[in-house]
């Protein structure tokens, strides 16, 4: 139980720390149109974990999975970020921004996991 919460915690940590830095750069870097950092950690996160997926159904290993799936992608993204980013579209009215981050949000995740799903497949 002790090893599987330091893996955890441990994955958790340095997710959080890479959605930070993605954050970052994306604020430096890109427009403000829309909250691109939690965007691009959500498909990013999402790739990861469909790869992930991937690996251990051919390679089951209970502390990749604590450490990397339930850790480090539980860190890295941020779906109580991406829900209030698209409360606050919501509050100031901005209902097709709304629509557009949070559905295009949904329909890019589910199409990232099967991409890093299918990748190990391809290679």
């Known amino acids: 139980m002790i090893k599987s919460l330091l893996l955890i915690g441990l994955g958790g940590g340095l ?3 890479a959605r930070y830095s ?3 750069l994306a604020q ?5 149109f829309l909250p691109y950092g939690t965007l691009i950690a959500n498909l990013l996160g999402s790739f990861l974990i469909g790869v992930l997926i991937a690996y251990l159904i051919e390679n089951p290993s209970q ?3 604590l450490l990397l799936v339930t850790g ?3 860190g890295f993204t941020t779906f109580s970020t991406f829900s209030y980013e698209n409360f606050s579209y919501l509050q100031n009215g901005q209902v097709g921004m709304f629509l557009l981050y949070g559905m295009g949000s ?3 995740g589910l199409f990232f996991v099967y ?3 299918s ?4 290679f």
């Open 22 to 24: 993605t954050t970052t």
């Open 115 to 117: 991409l890093g799903f």
């Open 72 to 74: 480090f992608c539980g």
């Open 28 to 32: 430096k870097y890109l427009s403000s």
């Open 106 to 108: 949904l329909a890019a």
């Open 63 to 65: 502390n990749i999975k």
């Open 119 to 122: 990748f190990l497949r391809i």
């Open 15 to 17: 997710g959080s720390i």
